[in-house]
């Protein structure tokens, strides 16, 4: 299969994330780019592997494990960035480098011990609801600040900032809103003496929203490899 389009798409969305750093008044290396595969399979993976590409998000734990295996000569850091049931818990301990859905107690708890199993850490972003879509994921805003208090206990998760999706919505005051309310509570928990110098928001629809609002990380997929089958 030919995946030429991989690397112009990925040059063009470096170049407009760099575009919306510079409209932000920041700089282009404080954001980073996280490529999303999910719904791609292991030759498109390794096709954006050649580009220099070494970390991907995944949404289902199925496909990290289907797409590890062939890909397992490319040192890819696999990132959960999808809603995670418990009993997920021990193939992601032992294939994720990092988890960017963390939204319960119960979920940090099987992680830690399958972590512990292991003899592995995992970082971990905590996933906010930013949203009122009954579809999204993620702990309610209001259950902060006693859930990062409770998961300093768990010396496997290395806790790293905050992650969310924005409503899907065509205003982009309603969408900057989620963002900007991701940032706010970053900075009353840094306030607070947690340290959370990663906010994961914006995808391809709106990542400039998210930059602006302070977004260090975005999660791209559709805009680097192409419309995904529905
Ligand atoms: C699919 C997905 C993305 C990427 O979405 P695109 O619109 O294709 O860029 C980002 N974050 C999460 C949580 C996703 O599930």
Sequence with gaps: MDHSHLAANWADVRHRVDEACRAAGRDPAEVSILPVSKTFDA????????????????????????????????????????????????????????????????????????????????DVLVQVKTSSEESKHGLSPDALPAFLDSLAHYETLCMRGLMTLATHSDDPAEVRAC???????????????????????????????????????????????GRRPV
């Design 179 to 225: 963002f900007r309310e991701l940032r706010e509570l970053r900075d009353t928990a840094q306030a607070q003496g947690h340290d959370l110098p990663r906010l994961s928001m914006g995808m391809s629809g709106d990542f400039p929203l998210a930059i602006a609002e302070g977004a260090t990380e975005v999660r791209i997929g559709s805009a680097i490899f």
């Design 43 to 122: 030759d498109v993976v390794r096709a954006a592997v050649a580009l220099g590409l070494r970390r991907f998000g995944e949404n289902k734990v199925q496909e990290i494990r289907d797409k590890s295996g062939p890909l397992a000569d490319c040192g890819i850091a696999w990132v959960v960035i999808g809603h995670l049931q418990t009993n997920k818990a021990k193939e992601v301990a032992r294939l994720a480098s990092e988890v960017q859905s963390l939204d319960r107690i119960e979920l940090a708890d099987a992680l830690h011990r399958r972590l512990q199993a292991e003899g592995r850490r995992l």
